[in-house]
């Protein structure tokens, strides 16, 4: 496990692979997060970059979750809960009062800890929930289309393609996973945020996911929070590390850079002490 | 061994003296208190049939007896503390066992009595015109039907809907005032509901009205707060994590509601809702004040007296004709026909919470 | 197909900015309408009774039945009422700890769950068959008891008799309400037994007490004041049930406590249930202005039991 850190990890596709342009770019400026007047994440100002893996790393309870849900206006359905600062997704302040938080979050989706398929539906209706929920009305072929599309790109289609009526929550817990990234990518958003997506999965499906992690950001921006510093080495362009002071103070963002130079060579002594604490 | 040492242990005075023998191989075997309860009732038994024989007797006598057997043997070979424990256990499931009697009887009463109705004519003729024997529930069957239906048509509605505000909307004054009504609503008594939904009426249609949906309003005031309580707790046990998953693709918090969470909770609603009908299908005492009681088939809940089952089943039986006993064996098959419904529903509703609870909860 | 447009990145589907806004505001006001639908139900239900108690209230006393005026018409049946109540709730806590008890810790796992529905179904019957079970078949089989308490225990006013010979008593009457309110004392009871830290049970079963210790030690102490609000929600039952105590009690109107004979006191709800098909004019009135009464006493109990079991909740919190 150790070969990971004394071998740094291979440079990720440059800066010129930006291939399709639909992925958006986030800009967050002076950031701060709130749980009613528990300041939870300070200051945070930092530029997520449009087709890349950007990988969250820090200790438990520094606000990785936290941050990452306001990215999309998930943080305020907590009740109390409240942001300062500006989240600009390629230039359009998300938390500007025209903005309407539900389409906002039409455009960032999102894949959560643990799968959490919907236990009333099937697995194609779970895959196209995003349209059917919000009653879009098409073809069924053009639907079909659709399903198909999103469980091809979550790796799941040949698993899955005979059982597509049976009930999503009777699949594998890495095959929900799949199945709930299938659902977010339906949708067809500009970002997606993932909050530690492979934590309940073994190492296969883990595996898979990360594959499928490279793959998807020919399409997406994707922000992904993990406690795996392989994984973030791995499957990430840039990492960003957050620290904590004490227990009560709020989560700053440390340093963010190229994943290569926070695994190698970073900034800041914390940062070093984090990834190499972890790795030796 | 203590599986928890930080956590307090209550009375540490009384846990100091515990112990007053250490472990010992001398124990009463498992089937020791099954042979002394059968003991002491046979010979029991056998003394109160040489004198004069009483269920009741034997059964008080038997308990009593064995709880000083079992206390004795035990005390003997086990030591006190254990004697006692032994006691109270017995005591305890004679207490379960007595309290179940009355459920045992009841049903046993009523099966035995009521069958003797039980036949093609009782369900398919009403008591129009009928004097005396033959005679049948068709009427009051089809009032408690139309009644109940509206109730349960209005309630359904709004008793989800409140528990929608509760539990996804609600917040400060009014949802704590909700709650707490609610609470409070469960408990009027069903007379007093009849009372409202007669007053109600009164005050426009004067004091002699009497008509099948001023049934089902009473029973509205009775069915809404048992639907807000039972789908409230199903919509507790939806996990977040569903809401989050559907907020998260962009869907509206109506929708979100509409479509995922009591869609989930549905088996659920749906099992809260039949129990509410098997609770108040029974009430007699709203209907009496506020349908009347009328021996034809009425299927207008808006105009005239509308029989039920309940109402039948009293009037059959405090107002019988002469001979009495055609009336009172109509009494007891209409008490069977709707300890059959409420059973019914009661038992699928059971079953289906068994089956979807675990689903739920895996 | 991308849009930048923030309100949509559907494929095939046109922004539609606000469309959703509606829908929420139609559904939660919806949801907010049922709610003070349901506070202005419970509000109904006092204005309807009091407007229609009225007349009843403002009458002068010899056109109330009995001559009295209301207070002496509605006083002994309120005294009935709580009697029988009293009574039933006497008779039905010990007996419901012992079944929560029962469930909770002494019967076996596998079979607690259809004990607790067979105890349930208890709660389901319909009043008025247990009305016809007390007087068709407990009141028969407490006979002997009657007479036998009246012979030797004559001496207790409960016991006075002369022993009624049909069984139609308020002891029997009681007796069925304490059956009928057994399953909701048992209920609230049995969730907060079974609620008990494992952490505390185990720590005193590990110091050696037997399993009747580390009830009475934990168990029953975690567990008392849900005993109470259980109670409380029973007694609330006892008082407003009505077709139970209007099919077996035999009733003369005065006001005794004597459980065992056939003169009884009858209850608000009873009398009502009685009276009403057959009365007319200001009779009517009066016996709102009763049911008001009975709505006051129940509401007031139902409103102290709730408020029990939140400050138990505030307490475990
Ligand atoms: N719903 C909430 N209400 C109040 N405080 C919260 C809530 N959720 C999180 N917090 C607090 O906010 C801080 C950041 O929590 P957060 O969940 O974002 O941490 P994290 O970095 O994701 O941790 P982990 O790695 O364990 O997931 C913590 O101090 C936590 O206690
Ligand atoms: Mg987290």
Not at chain 1, 162 to 178: A, I, M, N, V, Y
Not at chain 2, 248 to 268: F, N
Not at chain 2, 272 to 284: C, K, N, P, S, W
């Amino acid at each position: 496990m150790t070969a990971a850190a004394a071998d740094p990890v291979p440079a990720k596709n440059g800066p010129t692979v930006r291939t399709t342009g639909v992925a958006k770019r986030i800009d967050v400026a002076d950031l701060n997060i709130y749980y009613g007047a528990f300041l939870a994440v300070k200051d945070v100002t930092m530029r997520i970059q449009p087709n890349k893996v950007t990988a969250l790393i820090g200790s438990s309870g520094c606000g990785k979750s936290t941050f990452l849900r306001s990215l999309n206006r998930m943080h305020e359905l907590i009740p109390g809960a409240s942001v300062e600062g500006s989240v600009l997704l390629d230039g359009r302040d998300i938390y500007s009062p025209s903005m309407d938080p539900v389409s906002v979050r039409r455009q960032i989706g999102m894949v959560f800890q643990s799968p959490n398929p919907f236990p009333t539906m099937s697995v194609y209706d779970n895959t196209a929930a995003g349209l059917k929920l919000n009653s879009k009305r098409m073809k069924r072929d053009q639907m079909d289309a659709i399903v198909e599309k999103a469980l091809r790109g979550a790796h799941l289609w040949d698993e899955v393609k005979d059982r597509l009526d049976k009930p999503g929550s009777g699949l594998s817990g890495g095959q929900q996973q799949r199945l709930c990234i299938a659902r977010a990518t339906a949708v067809e958003p500009d970002v997606l945020l993932m909050d530690e997506p492979c934590s309940a999965l073994d190492p296969i499906a883990t595996l898979a996911i990360e594959d499928l992690i490279e793959e998807l950001k020919q399409k997406f921006t994707i922000v992904i929070v993990t406690h795996n510093m392989q994984q973030a080495a791995r499957a990430s362009d840039i990492t960003g590390f957050f620290n904590i002071g004490q227990s009560g103070d709020p989560g700053i963002l440390i340093e963010l850079d190229e994943t290569d130079k926070i695994f190698s060579n970073p900034a800041h002594k914390e940062t070093e002490d984090y990834v190499s604490g972890r790795f030796g | 061994m203590n599986p928890d040492p930080l956590i307090p242990f209550p009375e540490v005075g009384e846990a100091d003296n515990l112990p007053e023998s250490g472990p010992t191989d001398n124990r009463i075997p498992t089937w020791g208190p099954w042979v002394v309860v059968a003991g002491t009732a046979a010979v029991l038994g056998g003394l109160l049939a040489l004198t004069a024989f009483n269920l009741a007797l034997l059964i008080f006598g038997t308990v009593i007896i064995s709880i000083f057997g079992i206390y004795l043997w035990a005390r003997l070979i086990e030591g006190r503390r254990q004697a006692f424990d032994r006691a109270v256990t017995l005591g305890v499931t004679s207490l379960f066992a007595l309290a179940m009697i009355p459920l045992v009887s009841l049903l046993y009463t009523v099966v035995s009595k009521g069958l003797s109705r039980i036949d093609a004519e009782f369900f398919t003729s009403s008591m129009r015109n009928v004097i005396g024997e033959g005679g049948g529930i068709l009427h009051a069957a089809i009032g408690t039907f139309i009644i109940t239906g509206l109730a349960t048509l209005a309630s359904v509605p709004v008793g989800i809907m409140a528990a929608v505000y509760l539990h996804e909307y609600g917040k400060g004054k009014l949802k704590r005032a909700l709650t707490f009504f609610v609470d409070v609503m469960t408990g009027i008594p069903s007379i007093v509901a009849g009372l409202f939904a007669f007053a109600l009426f009164a005050i426009f249609f004067g004091p002699g009205i009497r008509m099948g949906v001023m049934g089902s309003v009473a029973l509205c005031v009775l069915m809404i707060p048992i639907v807000v309580r039972s789908t409230e707790e199903m919509l507790r046990i939806v996990p977040d994590g569903l809401r989050e998953a559907s907020y998260a693709l962009g869907v509206s918090k109506w929708r979100t509601v509409a479509k995922v969470v009591l869609p989930t909770a549905m088996a659920g609603i749906v099992t809260g809702v039949m129990l509410a009908v098997a609770r108040i299908i029974g009430e007699t005492a709203p209907l009496l004040i506020t349908t009347g009681a009328f021996s034809s088939v009425n299927l207008n809940p808006f105009s005239g007296r509308m029989d039920n089952l309940p109402v039948f089943t009293y009037n059959q039986y405090k107002n019988p004709g002469v001979p009495p006993e055609p009336y009172i064996d109509r009494a007891w098959a209409a008490a069977l026909v709707l300890i059959a419904i409420v059973m019914v529903l009661f038992l699928v509703a059971r079953f289906i919470s068994r089956r979807y609870g675990t689903e739920l909860r895996r | 197909m991308k849009q930048t447009s923030p309100t949509a990145s559907v494929p095939g589907e046109p922004a539609k900015p606000g469309t959703h806004g509606v829908g929420d505001r139609i559904f939660s006001g919806l949801a907010i309408g049922s709610g003070v639908f349901i506070l202005a139900l419970l509000a109904g239900v006092a204005i309807f009774l009091l407007i229609e108690a009225w007349p009843a209230i403002t009458a002068s006393s010899d056109e109330i039945p009995g001559g009295d005026g209301l207070v002496s018409y509605i006083a002994p049946l309120a005294f009935g009422t709580v009697l029988a109540a009293t009574l039933a709730i006497i008779l039905a806590v010990p007996m419901a700890v012992a079944v929560a008890l029962f469930i909770s810790h002494f019967a076996p796992r596998r079979v607690a769950d259809t004990l607790s529905y067979l105890v349930d179904l208890l709660a389901a019957i319909p009043s008025i068959i247990y009305g016809l079970w007390g007087i068709a078949v407990l009141g028969p089989a407490l006979v002997p008891l009657t007479e036998w308490l009246a012979d030797n225990l004559g001496f207790i006013p409960f016991f006075e008799g002369p022993a009624s010979t049909t069984g139609r008593t308020m002891l029997v009457a009681g007796v069925v309400l304490a059956v009928m309110i057994l399953p909701i004392v048992s209920a609230v009871a049995r969730e907060v037994f079974t609620q008990t830290p494992r952490g505390l049970q185990e720590s005193a079963l590990a110091l050696g007490a037997t399993r009747w210790e580390m009830i009475r030690m934990v168990v029953l102490p975690f567990g008392k004041s849900a005993v109470v609000a259980g109670s409380m929600l029973g007694l609330g039952r006892a008082l407003g049930e009505t077709m139970a105590v209007t099919i077996i009690l035999s009733v003369s109107g005065g006001v005794t406590f004597n459980l065992i004979s056939s003169d009884n006191p009858s209850t608000i709800a009873a009398n009502i249930a009685l009276d009403f098909p057959e009365s007319s004019g200001l009779d009517i009135n009066v016996l709102i202005a009763s049911g008001l009464v009975l709505f006051a006493i129940t509401l007031a109990v139902n409103m102290l039991a709730r408020a029990v079991i939140e400050r138990q909740k505030l307490d475990e919190s």
